[in-house]
């Protein structure tokens, strides 16, 4: 079984930053292409950042320049660094990852979600 594990979110005034984590633990034999994405309230679950295997990045525009993905394969980890955030980067944020297991087909795995508020 495969889980993704969240940390890192919170709250914060305008223009401060937070850096979220999301580990991935189990019986996993790789991991593909590994995404950020959020859902504010009443609006649909968007897409922030993603990243491949290689490191390949793609970013929202809404977000270019602010935050930056990263991960340490190693460590089955995915971070997102969230910097100069706005009270509209206010919502839940995800991640999530394509997963192989040892004895599974390719995946799509979910974390749980952590809060994020922006003050203004």
């Known amino acids: 079984q495969v889980q993704l594990v969240e940390s890192g979110g919170g709250l914060v005034q305008a223009g401060g930053s937070l850096r979220h984590s999301c580990a991935a633990s189990g019986s996993i034999f790789s991991i593909n292409t590994m995404r950020w994405y959020r859902q504010a309230p009443g609006k649909q679950r968007e897409l922030v950042a993603a990243?491949?295997?290689?490191?390949?990045?793609n970013y929202a525009n809404s977000v270019k320049g602010r935050f930056t993905i990263s991960r340490d394969n190693a460590k089955k980890t995915v971070y997102l660094q969230t910097n100069s955030l706005k009270p509209e980067d206010t919502a839940v944020y995800y991640c999530n990852a394509d997963v192989r297991g040892f004895t599974a087909a390719l995946a799509l795995y979910w974390g749980q979600g952590t809060q994020v508020t922006v003050s203004s």
């Open positions: 990243i491949t295997s290689g490191g390949s990045t």
